[in-house]
Each structure stands twice: as C-alpha cells, then as structure tokens.
C-alpha cells in the first residue's frame, strides 16, 4: 500500500515573483528566500520561500511560480485570478514510478509523464477531481534536504 510521505511545499502561482517575494519576506515573516530561477521546461519562474517555524522546527516551504511565457500552463490560472493564489500542493513519495502506477491503478488521472521538478526531482500531477478538488503535485523525495 502506497502512502504519501510528508508536504513538501505549497505551490502560489503569482503574476509578480518580486511582490510576492516582497510580501512574505515583510508580511509573513519568511526565514529564508531562495534565489529565484527560471524552468523554462515547466513553463515557470519559481521562487522557494521559507515560513518560520516553531520550537526549532522548519516552517513550510512555498513554491511561488510565475509564468514564464504565455505558453505557461499557468497563464490560464492567472487570468482566472489575477492576483494569483494557492494552485498545487506537493507530496513526496519515495518512488516516483511506484506512485504514478498505484495512482492510475485507483483511477486518478495523472497529468503527463514524470519529469524533473523545480528541487531536481522527478515529479508528476494528479487531476483535482481525482484529488479531493486540489491540484496535487507528486514527488520523489529529494536526497539531500532543500
């Protein structure tokens, strides 16, 4: 029995990486801003910010991603919200083929091939209809801690 391994970052499409970024940096007081990068492959520029955490903990990673052209299948989702917002959130599992065939063997749509995600992992989607009404991302948990 496949289960997901823990939440690795919430995915915040942004028409804007700089306000974004300006925004949890001076609003929500982000720990750590990762410098951001295009992935062209993917259709987007990403940013990872980390949130403070509690007692020693590490807070929540957000992936913020912005995109790249007008071919970016998230230029649709900013049309639709203009100011942007949640779009994904991203589970790890420890193996990537394992997880897509157990996926498709409940009958979850999974949205292409896996390829390489924004932490250099392999990575694929799965449908909100098959996902509770979320866009979820699945991937391979990275082997060294981002």
């Known amino acids: 029995m496949m289960k997901l391994g823990r939440l690795n970052h919430i995915g915040v499409a942004t028409p804007s990486l700089e306000k974004s970024i300006a925004y949890y940096r ?3 007081g982000a720990t750590k801003i990762h410098e951001p990068f295009d992935l062209p492959a993917q259709g987007v520029k990403v ?8 007692g020693g903990t ?10 790249f052209d007008e071919s970016s299948p998230i230029t649709a989702f900013i049309a639709k919200n203009p100011a942007g917002g949640q779009h994904h959130m991203c589970y790890e599992v420890p193996d990537i083929l394992e997880a897509k065939a157990w ?3 409940k009958g979850a749509r999974v949205l ?5 995600g924004a932490h250099g992992t392999p990575i694929f989607f799965v449908h909100p209809k ?4 979320v866009l979820t991302e699945i991937m391979e948990t ?5």
């Open 142 to 146: 990275p082997k060294e801690a981002h």
């Open 130 to 133: 098959d996902m509770n009404g």
């Open 103 to 105: 996926f498709e063997a």
């Open 26 to 28: 001076d609003v929500m």
């Open 112 to 116: 292409g091939e896996p390829r390489i």
């Open 47 to 54: 940013c990872f910010v980390d949130t403070p955490g509690e």
């Open 58 to 67: 590490a807070g929540t990673q957000i992936e913020l991603i912005e995109p």
